[in-house]
């Protein structure tokens, strides 16, 4: 759970629902608490289910990092998407995503 006091991947998961996703389409990763951690939980799903794309969807300043870990995992075939928003907070994220980008 989420410093926030529920699970991002259920909020998540309500938010598609509500926009017509059909609930049976949708697999929630509660346990991902850390970029790594859901690209790994992610392709172990890949053997059961036998996917061959992923859509990262995340803050805009997040997705290149999340893009290129699952590209050193060797899974190629991922796209994303994110808002379109700007907020004052994002500019830490910005600054902690760099270095993060190459630490990884």
């Given at each position: 759970?989420?410093?926030?006091?529920?699970?991002?991947?259920?909020?998540?998961?309500?938010?598609?629902?509500?926009?017509?996703?059909?609930?049976?389409?949708?697999?929630?990763?509660?346990?991902?608490?850390?970029?790594?951690?859901?690209?790994?939980?992610?392709?172990?799903?890949?053997?059961?289910?036998?996917?061959?794309?992923?859509?990262?969807?995340?803050q805009?300043?997040?997705v290149?990092?999340?893009?290129?870990?699952?590209?050193?995992?060797?899974?190629?075939?991922?796209?994303?998407?994110?808002?379109?928003?700007?907020?004052?907070?994002?500019?830490?994220?910005?600054?902690?995503?760099?270095?993060?980008?190459?630490?990884?």
């Open positions: 759970m989420g410093k926030e006091g529920y699970y991002e991947g259920e909020k998540m998961k309500e938010f598609l629902v509500s926009k017509g996703i059909p609930d049976s389409l949708i697999l929630v990763d509660n346990y991902g608490d850390n970029t790594r951690a859901t690209i790994d939980n992610t392709l172990a799903l890949k053997k059961e289910l036998d996917f061959n794309s992923v859509i990262v969807v995340s805009y300043f997040h290149t990092r999340t893009k290129k870990l699952f590209k050193d995992k060797g899974f190629v075939n991922v796209t994303s998407v994110s808002s379109k928003y700007f907020e004052p907070r994002d500019l830490y994220s910005i600054i902690r995503e760099f270095p993060a980008y190459y630490i990884q």
